[in-house]
Each structure stands twice: as structure tokens, then as C-alpha cells.
């Protein structure tokens, strides 16, 4: 078990966060301040909370873990794909979105197409996020679980931490998810940034680490020039990429901000900063098998996800574990939040509501949004505890559902004036059922399945879309009659 000393800082700091997730809460009004802060939010908030984003439980136990076995070619989903994705959005989609004054990602489709569109969109967009979800709330299972020397057994550890983050996310909404991303993102720059200096020096300093991950070949990004491994690579790199763009944790921080400007250049900012710092855990990764290379062996293949939390209660001393549980505690509450969130509001706007009663106030569907996340909160503790994938894999897998039945339709609908709802549909469905069969025929073929799903919703955005009309000729044939 950890030092008690660091086990109840880990609980006040938990109660902190709570804290101000639920004072925030007070804020809340109606659905627009629950769904998108009541596009409020100031630069520096919104910088914060786009960071969070991805900053989660993948980014601090789950590339380390990739980047040792597999180097930089294995993280190119994560952080390089992800941390893209969000300075895309900021160049390319913030202005257009925050301009729509919409209040979910979902309802884009619908303006822009159709309810059908909408629907099927935002359905897929709300399954991505299972495993997503599920990843964090693992995460946060551990934590519990490595501090209490297993005395919490994972199955209660992770219940215990998807109440916790249900409770203030479900009170407090985007506004709460915002102002503890705030905190958080603070305590997860200064812990790690501590871990790795006093870790990196165990193992023999920055100099040290750098030449023997290059020597170990882990330097390398590119693959090899064969069709197969450029193919995978190129699938691996635009799962995250293209497929988180059309998510609705990265619309709410683009359309929470108080101005068009602060959306375009937080998100910009944020993806940037995450980036670079995501470089932090991988150090701090690769520091751990030269300082100790038998733990990192030990949990390499069955629980890679344990090498840091293991390294730091080994060998450091009770400031350092104080820090480091902080910074985890705060990457994956910060994310969990954010996450649980935004599936529960998509669904309760784009699909639950046209089955509810038309005469419902704002108030009532506020309840009703906050009854959701519970909702949810509850299938993903379930995913959750009966999921044998690992973190990074979670995490991954989650973003090809929206690369193959969303992104598309979000491009073509924001960019070209002639996609219309046909066009829309067939790539939805197109692009889903090639990805599905692949994954369920041929899984390890020359083309990954995400990457032929993509193929075919592109193309068959555009063959729908430019398909002539049959509605005319049915017309002449009636007038004609």
C-alpha cells in the first residue's frame, strides 16, 4: 500500500475537485450553460480545457507503454494524430461551428442535411465514446487500486471512480468540466514535469535516456517503405486525426469560448501545447526501463499500464508519489469529465428529444440531460469492467466508428456546397458497412478497415451527392400523364 500521507492527499485533492466542479455547478441555468458554458468562457479557460481533452489516462499510462515496445511509429495515433486533430479544428472548423450557434455537433447535420442524418451521425458519434469513456474510468480504477496495494480490488476501484466523476459532471455540465480542467491542467504540468526531472536523473539524465532509446531504434517514426506498413501507418495516423474531429468534447470547447477568436486560437494553442507535452510521459516512460528495466519487463506485456504508478512507488520519495498521483488523478478526471458529457448531451438533443414530450420546458430538459449522463455513466462502468483491452487500444479503436459515419458528411457538409442529404446517408452507410465487414473478414488485410471505410464514405459522398435527382423526371412523368 502507498504511504498514508500520500494516500489522503490523493482523497483532498479528489474533494477539491469535487468542490469546484460542483460551486460551478451553481452556475448553471438552463441547457445552453450546461451543454457550452453559456459560451462564456475566456481564453486561458478554454486553452485549458481543449488541453485536457486529450490529456487523459492514454497519454500518462498508455504511450509510455506504446512508445516502449513499439517507439514512435506506435504512438502516431497518440499524441500525433490527436494533438492535429485539435489544431485542425481550431484552422479549419472553430469559426464555422461557433458562427452555427449550435448546441451540439449533432445538430449541424441536421441544419445541413437532414433529422435522418442527424440521427444516424450522432449515434455513432455517442458509441465512439464507450470505449473512450471506458478507458478513463479504468484508469482511475488503478490509481485506486496501486494506492490502496491492491486492498481495492479493480472491479470496486472502478465503480468508485466513475461515481465520483459522474457526480459533479452530471451537476455541473461544461461549465464544471471547464473550471476543474483549469485546476487540473496546472497540478498536471507541474507533477509530471517534477516526475520526469527526478526520474530522468535516476536513470542518468536527459543525454542519457535520448542516445539509448535512439540506439534501441525507438527514435524512429516512419515505417519501412512497403505498401502494407505505409497503408497501416497512414490509417493509424488519421483514426484520431480526421475521426475526433466530428466529437462533441471538442465542439462544446470550441463553442464554450466567449468569442469566434478565443475558439480559433485556444484550440490552436491547446493542441500545440498538447503535443509537446505529451512527449513528457514518453520520457518519463522510457527513464523507467533504465532505472528499472526487471519492473518494466514484469508489466510490459500483461499490464504496461502499471510501469509508472509501480516505478513511482518504488522509487521516489513521498513529494514525488504526492505529485505524480496528482498530475494522473487530474489528466484522467479531467478527461473522464469532459467525455462522460458529451455523448449524454448529444444524445439527449439529437435522438432522445424528438421522442420526448413537445411541451417539455427547459428546465424539465435540463433534468433529463443530467439523467442521461447517470445513464451513461452506468454503461460505461459495465464496458468497463468487463473489457480486457488495454488503455491505448480503448482509446483508439473508439474514433474509428466517427472516421467511417462522420467526418465525412462534416467536411463535404461544411466545404462543398453540393453534398446534400443523399450523398450524406449513402456515405454513412457505405463507409460503416466496409469498415465492419473488414474488421469482421479481414482484419490484418494489405488495407486496414478504418482506412477502407474512409475510402468508401468519401466516395460515396461524392457519387451521391453528384447523382442525378430522380424527382424531376417523376415529375414530367406525372405532368405528362
Not at 133 to 148: E, M, P, R, T
Not at 230 to 247: D, H, K, R, V, Y
Request: charged share 10%; net charge positive; hydrophobic share 55%.
Amino acid at each position: 500500500m502507498a504511504d498514508p500521507v500520500v494516500v489522503w492527499f490523493v482523497v483532498l485533492y479528489i474533494a477539491a475537485s469535487i468542490g469546484i466542479g460542483l460551486y460551478a455547478a451553481l452556475r448553471v441555468h438552463n441547457t445552453r450553460d450546461y451543454a457550452v458554458a453559456g459560451r462564456s468562457l475566456p481564453f486561458y479557460v478554454v486553452t485549458a480545457t481543449v488541453f485536457a481533452t486529450w490529456f487523459g489516462s492514454e497519454t500518462v499510462l498508455g504511450i509510455p507503454a506504446q512508445f516502449i515496445q513499439n517507439g514512435l511509429g506506435g504512438v502516431v495515433e497518440d499524441p500525433f494524430g490527436s494533438s492535429m486533430c485539435l489544431v485542425l479544428v481550431g484552422l479549419f472548423f472553430a469559426a464555422k461551428l461557433y458562427k452555427m450557434d449550435l448546441l451540439t455537433i449533432g445538430d449541424f447535420y441536421r441544419r445541413r442535411f437532414n433529422p435522418t442524418v442527424e440521427m444516424l451521425t450522432s449515434l455513432a458519434i455517442v458509441a465512439s465514446y464507450l470505449g473512450w469513456v471506458s478507458a478513463q474510468i479504468v484508469a482511475l480504477g488503478l490509481v485506486f487500486n496501486v494506492l490502496s496495494g491492491g486492498a481495492l480490488a479493480m472491479p470496486l476501484a472502478i465503480i468508485l471512480g466513475a461515481v465520483i466523476v459522474t457526480g459533479y459532471t452530471m451537476f455541473g455540465g461544461m461549465i464544471s468540466v471547464a473550471w476543474t480542467d483549469f485546476m487540473q491542467m496546472t497540478v498536471i504540468i507541474v507533477g509530471l514535469l517534477y516526475i520526469a526531472w527526478f526520474v530522468g536523473e535516476q536513470a542518468g539524465g536527459v543525454h542519457k535516456v535520448l542516445a539509448h532509446a535512439q540506439a534501441a531504434g525507438r527514435t524512429q517514426f516512419l515505417p519501412e517503405p512497403k505498401l502494407r506498413d505505409m497503408l497501416w501507418f497512414f490509417g493509424a495516423a488519421i483514426t484520431m486525426m480526421f475521426g475526433s474531429i466530428p466529437q462533441q468534447d471538442v465542439f462544446q470547447r470550441v463553442t464554450s469560448a466567449r468569442t469566434v477568436r478565443i475558439s480559433v486560437w485556444a484550440t490552436v494553442t491547446g493542441g500545440v501545447l498538447y503535443f509537446f507535452f505529451a512527449f513528457v510521459p514518453m520520457y518519463l516512460g522510457y527513464s523507467a526501463s533504465l532505472v528499472d528495466a526487471g519492473l518494466v519487463k514484469s508489466n510490459l506485456e500483461n499490464s504496461p499500464q502499471h510501469i509508472l504508478p509501480q516505478l513511482v512507488l518504488s522509487h521516489t520519495p513521498q513529494l514525488a508519489q504526492i505529485m505524480f498521483f496528482g498530475a494522473l488523478l487530474s489528466a484522467i478526471m479531467s478527461t473522464a469529465s469532459g467525455t462522460l458529457l458529451a455523448p449524454s448531451v448529444t444524445f439527449t438533443e439529437n435522438v432522445l428529444k424528438r421522442f420526448l414530450r413537445k411541451d417539455l420546458t427547459d428546465r424539465q430538459f435540463l433534468w433529463t440531460m443530467r439523467a442521461v449522463v447517470a445513464g451513461f455513466a452506468v454503461t460505461v462502468t459495465l464496458f468497463a469492467l468487463n473489457s480486457d483491452s488495454g488503455i491505448y487500444e480503448m482509446v483508439g479503436n473508439a474514433y474509428k466508428v466517427t472516421l467511417v459515419g462522420a467526418f465525412v458528411p462534416l467536411v463535404a457538409g461544411l466545404y462543398w456546397k453540393r453534398a446534400n442529404s443523399r450523398g450524406a446517408l449513402l456515405s454513412i452507410a457505405f463507409g460503416m458497412a466496409t469498415w465492419l465487414a473488414m474488421e469482421a473478414m479481414a482484419p490484418e488485410a494489405l488495407v486496414p478497415p478504418q482506412l477502407a471505410g474512409f475510402a468508401a464514405a468519401v466516395a460515396w459522398m461524392v457519387i451521391g451527392s453528384l447523382m442525378p435527382s430522380l424527382r424531376p423526371a417523376a415529375r414530367r412523368q406525372a405532368a405528362a400523364r
